[in-house]
């Protein structure tokens, strides 16, 4: 199958541009969150259902997508495989394991969490889905490898560091 990536990378390049505008605000807007002292904006809810909902797409969009598009190949199958195992922890396991001693969550972070997770996991899995071809032997590929060593590494960092944080805050609430 052979696609015209020029409007893919088009909007891949848009939606990575707007990482700058939020980050320069991230940095010198006021917090609507309410996490650094501000006042939280709108209406509110649990911030453990709402960190379960805002992370849903990403477990379901991706590897929704990717299945549907006919276009499966092992080293694809292995990168959505990685991906619902880390949306896995991240939005069913992660959420009841770190106690919640935090105000509620506003709607509208919820929001545009579960709005970035589906425009993320439609462009991945499109992508994926529909325009990539990894033979085999990318697998033996240094840059795969690479890739994966990271990938490791940066899960164990996480939910070892997620349990340590659970550990310490139950220790410090003793």
């Known amino acids: 199958m052979s696609f015209d ?17 939020v980050f320069i605000y991230s940095l010198v807007g006021t917090d609507h969150v309410g996490r650094t002292g501000g006042t939280p904006r709108g209406p509110r809810m649990s911030a453990r259902w709402g960190w379960v909902v805002m992370e849903l797409p990403a477990l379901g ?11 499966r190949h092992l080293v694809a199958d292995l990168l959505v495989a990685a ?3 880390h949306y896995a922890h991240r939005t069913l396991v992660w959420p009841w394991i770190v106690p919640r001693y935090s105000r509620p969550m506003p709607v509208i972070t919820c929001a545009s969490g579960f709005a970035f997770n589906v425009i993320n996991g439609l462009l991945n899995g499109w992508f994926l889905g529909y325009a990539a071809a990894y033979p085999r032997e990318w697998l033996l590929d240094g840059r795969f490898m690479a ?18 944080l659970n550990i310490d805050t139950q220790d410090a609430q003793d």
């Open 5 to 21: 990536l020029s409007g893919f990378d088009t909007m891949v390049v848009l939606w990575a541009a707007l990482a700058v505008p």
């Open 61 to 71: 969009v991706l590897p929704a997508l990717y299945l549907s598009g006919g276009n």
């Open 83 to 85: 991906w619902v195992i």
């Open 147 to 164: 890739g994966a060593v990271l990938f490791l590494m940066g899960a164990a960092l996480n939910v070892t560091s997620d349990y340590r």
